[in-house]
């Protein structure tokens, strides 16, 4: 029981209630199905754990919007060369970035939360996920920081298993990360764009983002089947702070 209570950081069973009970109803929240608070409890105190240790200044807004934009050309990056910059961009606006692994039970893809009035928090699994899932929940987690800011004691978590959401500020995060990724004019051309690989990396080429992203939003829309132009998609480990 003490090692337990050390690791969340509280004194006492009661502290803890008091302290991830409240947590419990945030997340609860933004999850219809009933969740393993355990396991997602702690998952959550990983990430805090991390960002303890990330000193950085306070959240700056347009700094965070500013970052984004780069980031999004990241993209085309591969991990060991987009995940320094990304994290040293982030921490710069005063957003805290950490990579966790998922744990049993969990059921989670990304987190966006605040760990205090002035320092945001993103936290994503370490799913050996495909690069469009890990960017679509990497710039939907940073919609709820841009779109939602005033809910601070929110905790914005995500299931990869759900497709859809009947919340509104979950619907909001989805077409902010999709209109970012790829702009609604952008979109426009997609329905008409010719089904081969070539025309794909063209087209994903002048519009500054990886052709897996493309492919993914185009199964997305049910422009092409979801067996379609994996390749172009690629599968990412990342080494995780601790």
């Known amino acids: 029981m003490t090692e337990l209570l050390s690791f969340f950081g509280v004194a006492s069973p009661d502290q803890w209630e008091s302290q991830y009970g409240s947590m419990e109803l945030a997340f ?3 999850r219809e199905d009933q969740a393993d608070v355990g396991a997602i409890s702690a998952w959550l105190r990983m990430g805090e754990r991390v960002a303890e240790k990330l000193d950085g200044p306070r959240y ?9 934009d780069e980031i999004r050309g990241l993209t085309c ?9 990304m994290t040293s961009l982030l921490h710069a606006a ?3 970035f950490v990579l966790v692994p998922v744990l049993p039970r969990a059921h989670v893809s990304g987190v966006a939360r605040w760990l205090n009035p002035h320092r945001p928090l993103i936290q994503l699994s370490l799913y050996g996920k495909q690069n469009d899932r890990f960017w679509f929940s990497f710039f939907h987690e940073a919609a709820h920081i841009l779109l939602h800011s005033q809910q601070k004691k929110s905790v914005f978590l995500d299931d990869p298993s759900k497709a859809d959401s009947t919340s509104d500020e979950e619907r909001q995060a989805n077409a902010w990360a999709r209109d970012f990724l790829i702009t609604p004019g952008q979109a ?3 329905p008409g764009l010719i089904r081969t690989k070539d025309s794909v990396i063209d087209f994903a080429k002048g519009i500054g983002i ?3 992203i493309v492919v993914g939003r185009m199964q997305h829309d049910r422009l092409i089947d979801v067996a379609w132009m994996n390749a172009l998609k690629v599968s990412f480990t990342f080494k995780a702070k601790s």
């Open 94 to 96: 005063g957003v805290a």
């Open 77 to 85: 990056l591969p991990p060991a060369e987009f995940q320094p910059r």
């Open 188 to 190: 426009k051309e997609l």
């Open 60 to 68: 700056d807004e347009l700094g965070f919007r500013a970052a984004l």
């Open 210 to 212: 990886h052709p897996g």
């Open 28 to 30: 609860r929240r933004s």
